[in-house]
């Protein structure tokens, strides 16, 4: 009997595990909501990082707003994002303050090389592990908010390998910070929740 039962409830948990079929807005939400396991955070020191793991289809939908997508105008919009790998930080700081790079500056100065590092030298300083290889950061874009909101993201793609996304392997962000005083940090994105990344449908 107890056999039986250990069989229904891996038949269970096969079934639980099935890939979702979800329309635009929900597929880039999806992305954006920690139950996915694509959104790792981690606090240290005076700061919050969070990394979300996107596909190429993610950033072309944030590309049109999600309105009025059509099949056409998306695969257009797809052509700019395919063949990378895309990844999402966020920093900010614990007490919420306006910015986040402001926190434990000691002059002006070093605010402006917090600024200048994300700007101009952070690239070479991320890097994606598929599974065991090593892929280098292509283009970092590094949004300023300049205090308006109390966050401040950082854009990345990385080239896309022959295995792609859903090749049964973990993906790690490694930083190598340079200025924050948090060192090496690493966010790691587990291959069964990989596996569940939806598939996208149009109306």
């Not at 079934?15 to 597929?27: A, K, T």
């Not at 990378?84 to 966020?90: A, F, G, K, L, S």
Request: glycine share 6%; charged share 25%.
């Amino acid at each position: 009997m107890k056999y039986i039962i250990a069989i229904l409830t891996l038949l269970c948990f096969a079934s639980c595990q099935e890939r979702e079929i979800l329309f635009p807005i929900d597929y880039v939400q999806w992305f954006d909501d920690k139950a996915s396991g694509l959104v790792v955070e981690k606090e240290l020191k005076d700061f919050v990082f969070k990394a979300r793991l996107m596909t190429p289809e993610v950033m072309a939908l944030r590309d049109l707003k999600h309105e009025n997508v059509t099949v056409d105008n998306f695969q257009s919009t797809l052509k700019k994002f395919g063949g990378n790998y895309y990844v999402q930080v966020r920093i900010s700081d614990k007490e919420g303050n306006k910015h986040a790079l402001d926190k434990g500056v000691t002059s002006q100065n070093e605010f402006y090389q917090r600024v200048a590092y994300f700007n101009f030298l952070a690239e070479p300083d991320f890097k994606l592990l598929a599974g065991t290889d090593t892929l280098h950061c292509k283009l970092l874009h590094f949004e300023n908010t300049y205090g308006l909101v109390p966050f401040n993201d950082i854009q990345m793609a990385f080239p896309a390998d022959a295995g792609g996304l859903h090749s049964n392997r973990d993906f790690t962000l490694i930083w190598d910070d340079k200025v924050l005083g948090v060192g090496t940090v690493k966010f790691r994105f587990d291959k069964e929740d990989i596996q569940l990344i939806p598939e996208l449908k149009f109306r």
